[in-house]
């Protein structure tokens, strides 16, 4: 009696095992079914296009000499910082200092015979009104100190001339700018057909950023932006940032400009301009950096890069369709830019149901899903 009790007790304990063991398969089964689902909603997403651009000062000037002598003194450094009227260079040509001499010599001579003429002219109207000579005589002192008084305003302007070309020989700075390059040494015999400039003069208080778009971009730019003119659509656009060479964030925002209208037949690409205040003279002329151009998407819809994969060069996310079977997707997308993320061009619409993780899901495998949002993904309180 007791020996068979013992075996029903057994019995029993065998089933409540089995049981339990068979719960916890299908709970883990389930379990292993279970990945974590996104549902497509529309939403707002701020990205950016950059273009490789070159810097140039709001006013390149380039300086040349106005006369043909030697360089005799170089009066400031490359790089540096000048105002305007600060003496750049001096030309030695001894030519110039021996015209405003002798000019100013002539004008002496020509100041004495005026004197002389005048004297004779004085001398001669008390005899005209005396009748003691006639009238001829006076006229024709008069006309000597016309001629007299010619020659002294020619000695003048040939005076003044002479002291512009001999000022010619001191260049100073026309604005406030940085100084370029010096290809000259002192003694290089320079003239005003020389090829190379004395130096280049950038003003730098506010500079241009100079980048290129090609058509395609263009096109798209006019088609999405309002506005009449091409300039009155940059108007519509927020404000631009700097990228410098190091990758750093120039601190001043600037604004979009046209540079020019036509598309370029050579390369198919239209130059646009973004101007940025240089107050502090940090950015030089010439540098390269890169225009960063801020772009928001008002209704988009955007995927986790994890969720997408690749297959014979075609990008495809796996979609919950009925029965919470999956199914993979074509799509076009293009990355936001911290490539965390994919804004979808095409293939999927607000509200499908894409899967976050499972990347050896097959088509028409069965999983439960795990709904998350996007503030989940992000790291973002709801």
Do not use: W
Not at 346 to 362: I, M, Q, R, W, Y
């Amino acid at each position: 009696m007791k020996k068979n009790f013992f075996i029903y007790i057994l019995g029993v304990l065998a089933i409540i095992i089995s049981c339990t063991n068979s719960k916890k398969t299908k709970n883990n089964k389930a379990v292993s079914n279970e990945y974590e689902v996104l549902k497509l909603v529309k939403d707002s997403v701020s990205t950016f296009n950059d273009f490789p651009a070159t810097v140039q000062g709001e006013e390149v000037v380039e300086i040349r000499p106005m006369v043909d002598g030697y360089l005799e003194h170089i009066y400031v450094p490359e790089g540096a910082s000048v105002k305007k009227g600060e003496l750049l260079f001096k030309i030695k040509n001894p030519q110039y200092e021996q015209a405003v001499i002798t000019a100013a010599a002539a004008i002496k001579s020509a100041v004495a015979d005026v004197n002389a003429a005048e004297m004779d002219l004085e001398k001669v109207r008390p005899l005209v009104e005396n009748d003691i000579v006639s009238k001829y005589e006076l006229r024709a002192a008069q006309y000597t100190l016309q001629s007299k008084q010619a020659t002294l305003a020619q000695a003048r302007a040939a005076l003044a001339n002479a002291q512009t070309n001999l000022g010619y020989t001191f260049l100073k700075s026309p604005q406030n700018g940085v100084i370029g390059s010096i290809p000259y040494k002192i003694g290089a015999l320079v003239s005003s057909t020389t090829a190379q400039p004395l130096t280049v003069l950038s003003n730098t208080g506010n500079i241009y950023a100079y980048f290129a778009v090609n058509e395609k971009q263009l096109q798209l730019f006019s088609d999405r932006v309002p506005g009449i003119t091409l300039q009155d659509k940059l108007n519509r656009l927020p404000a631009v940032n700097l990228i410098l060479a190091d990758g750093t964030v120039y601190q001043q925002k600037g604004r979009l400009e046209t540079a020019s209208g036509l598309i370029t037949t050579e390369t198919g690409t239209a130059s646009l301009k973004a101007t940025f205040p240089n107050p502090l003279g940090v950015i030089r002329s010439g540098a390269s950096a890169t225009v960063r151009i801020p772009q928001t998407l008002d209704s988009a819809l955007i995927v986790p890069q994890a969720a997408s994969y690749e297959l014979q060069n075609k990008q495809f996310v796996r979609v919950v369709k009925a029965n919470n079977m999956v199914f993979s997707v074509p799509i076009t997308s293009k990355p936001t830019n911290d490539g965390q993320f994919l804004i979808i061009q095409s293939g999927l619409n607000s509200g499908d149901e894409v899967v976050v993780n499972g990347p050896n899901l097959k088509d028409s495998t069965v999983i439960v899903p795990k709904f998350v949002n996007m503030n989940t993904l992000t790291g973002k309180s709801n």
